[in-house]
């Protein structure tokens, strides 16, 4: 298990129809500081039952996004349509913050062995985003979604005994339906044997992940972001 801090930002897209209303949040391009994530293995005793693969990964970010809103508002009180004349397609002061969580099954072959393991499995990717817009204090805007999306977990690690080092790489991705989902990470570890049963170690890799969500994978929001950046933390292993 590993936690640490994922540096990245945000940037693409999302569009809404909620509650009579249809717009989009555009030009995103936010920025954040390390943000915290956590992961564990989780192994049976019992033989042919397959490994559990959990993580959390929490995204607060900051910048700017354009706004639109293409709901007719004629009907509107004339103090909302002028609003609207002010705000909308422009950029405003934003964030965007994501819980997302992941849930997988899989099976490990050629485990501790002289040539690179695979693992194969799937499971569930679940996230949730929180959007809100400062336009002029105190008036602002804001919207929340999530979604939960299947997907096919693929990982690869070699390990070099001699020098306590380890090398891996792993795609979640979802290609099914009209949405595209990857989450690919590759990253080094440095493990130290504290006893027999236990390794602990500082591991740094880099992470990319893009989300394209529409058509029937969702009802009231389409979204296109990307994150990226390096990642940076400690881990162990406990047998």
Same mark, same amino acid.
């Given at each position: 298990?590993?936690?640490?801090?994922?540096?990245?930002?945000? %940037?693409?897209? $999302? @569009?809404?129809?909620? #509650?009579? !209303?249809?717009?989009?949040?555009?030009?995103?391009?936010?920025?954040?500081?390390?943000?915290?994530?956590?992961?564990?293995?989780?192994?049976?005793? $019992?033989?042919?039952?397959?490994?559990?693969?959990? %993580?959390?990964?929490?995204?607060?970010? %900051?910048?700017?996004?354009?706004?639109?809103?293409?709901?007719?508002?004629?009907? =509107?009180?004339? #103090?909302?349509?002028?609003?609207?004349?002010? !705000?909308?397609?422009?950029?405003?002061?934003? +964030?965007?913050?994501?819980?997302?969580?992941?849930?997988?099954?899989?099976? #490990? =072959?050629?485990?501790?062995?002289?040539?690179?393991?695979?693992?194969?499995?799937?499971?569930?990717?679940?996230?949730?985003?929180?959007? /809100?817009?400062?336009?002029?204090?105190?008036?602002?805007?804001?919207?929340?979604?999530?979604?939960?999306?299947?997907?096919?977990?693929?990982?690869?690690?070699?390990?070099?005994? &001699? &020098?306590?080092?380890?090398?891996?790489?792993?795609?979640?991705?979802?290609? !099914?339906?009209?949405?595209?989902?990857?989450?690919?990470?590759?990253?080094?570890?440095?493990?130290? %044997?504290?006893?027999? /049963?236990?390794?602990? +170690?500082? @591991?740094?890799?880099?992470?990319?992940?893009?989300?394209?969500?529409?058509?029937?994978?969702? #009802?009231?929001?389409?979204?296109?972001?990307?994150?990226? +950046? $390096?990642?940076?933390?400690?881990?162990?292993?406990?047998?």
């Amino acid at each position: 298990m590993g936690t640490g801090l994922f540096y990245t930002g945000a %940037q693409g897209h $999302i @569009e809404y129809t909620d #509650e009579g !209303f249809a717009g989009s949040y555009s030009d995103i391009d936010m920025r954040t500081s390390g943000q915290f994530y956590i992961w564990g293995d989780f192994k049976s005793n $019992i033989e042919y039952l397959p490994k559990l693969r959990l %993580q959390y990964l929490k995204i607060n970010t %900051q910048g700017d996004s354009k706004l639109h809103l293409e709901t007719d508002t004629s009907d =509107f009180p004339p #103090e909302f349509q002028l609003a609207i004349a002010l !705000f909308n397609d422009k950029e405003w002061p934003s +964030g965007l913050s994501h819980n997302i969580y992941d849930l997988y099954l899989y099976y #490990e =072959f050629f485990e501790h062995k002289t040539y690179p393991s695979i693992g194969i499995g799937g499971g569930l990717k679940s996230f949730d985003y929180t959007y /809100n817009a400062e336009l002029i204090l105190p008036l602002h805007i804001g919207d929340r979604g999530g979604k939960s999306i299947p997907m096919l977990f693929l990982t690869t690690r070699y390990e070099v005994p &001699a &020098a306590q080092l380890g090398f891996e790489i792993e795609n979640e991705v979802y290609i !099914f339906g009209d949405s595209r989902l990857y989450d690919v990470r590759a990253k080094m570890d440095l493990l130290f %044997q504290v006893d027999h /049963n236990t390794k602990l +170690g500082l @591991e740094m890799g880099y992470r990319e992940s893009y989300y394209d969500l529409r058509g029937s994978d969702v #009802e009231t929001f389409k979204a296109n972001m990307s994150y990226r +950046g $390096i990642y940076v933390g400690v881990m162990g292993t406990f047998n």
